[in-house]
Nanobody, 121 residues
Framework: QVRLVESGGTLVQAGESLRLSCAASGSIFSINAMAWYRQAPGKQRDVVASLTSGGITNYADSVKGRFTISRDNAKNTVYLQMNSLKPEDTAVYYC???????????????WGQGTQVTVSS
């Protein structure tokens, strides 16, 4: 059983910083890509930032220069450092991981339960 557990979401003021964490646990053999998505009320879930096992990052245009994704492979943990937060960053943030549970297994997608980030103006 694999679990992704996010933490760090809270209420902050515009301009402040926040760091989200997501720890993957359970029967994990290898993790490929990890990413953060977000979903605002009434909107679809969109990718915010992604990071491959090889270190390649991609960011949504709306967060470039403000957010940084990183990972600690030894801890199976991915982070999202969010600076200069804006009210439009308010959303539920979800952690994503593409991983397999054994050597000859298939790559599967896993999601966390989400953590709420609210940015007040």
């Amino acid at each position: 059983q694999v679990r992704l557990v996010e933490s760090g979401g809270t209420l902050v003021q515009a301009g402040e910083s926040l760091r989200l964490s997501c720890a993957a646990s359970g029967s994990i053999f290898s993790i490929n890509a990890m990413a953060w998505y977000r979903q605002a009320p009434g909107k679809q879930r969109d990718v915010v930032a992604s990071l491959t096992s090889g270190g390649i990052t991609n960011y949504a245009d709306s967060v470039k220069g403000r957010f940084t994704i990183s990972r600690d492979n030894a801890k199976n943990t991915v982070y999202l450092q969010m600076n200069s937060l804006k009210p439009e960053d308010t959303a539920v943030y979800y952690c994503f991981a593409e991983l397999k549970t054994h050597l000859r297994g298939t790559w599967y997608d896993y999601w966390g339960q989400g953590t709420q980030v609210t940015v007040s103006s």
